[in-house]
């Protein structure tokens, strides 16, 4: 996800996602006459992933995949305008921050051809 540094360290901010996409592909085939065809593709496309349960990287080669994380604890970690802020050393003073990851993402490709044969 990204990269922040935090005591000349540079910590991996990762977290689980879940994604919602929703994807159909239409096709139709409509012949004017035997000499001339129309033919219509479309295909629409939204996906929105939503990051959720953020941690740090702490030592990614562990055999114990849990180990491999540090997920931040509800007093850790605000949220505030789009911002996440971290306080890591419980001082009450934020040490770093992110933004927020998630995004939405529309695409509808078509396509119409007239044939003559």
Known sequence: MSNVSYNNVTRTIVSEVKQRTIRFTAR???????????????QPFIT???????????????KVFN???????????????GTYFI???????????FDKPDFNFVQFRSNLVMRWE
Do not use: C, M, W
């Open 87 to 97: 306080d890591e050393n419980f001082d009450g003073i934020t040490d770093y921050t």
């Open 28 to 42: 139709v085939n409509y012949n004017i006459t035997p000499d001339l065809t129309l033919q219509y593709y479309g």
């Open 48 to 62: 929105r992933p939503d990051y959720q349960h953020f941690a740090y990287v702490k030592d990614r080669l562990n």
């Open 67 to 81: 180990d491999r994380f540090h997920q931040f604890t509800p007093s850790q970690i605000s949220y505030s305008n």
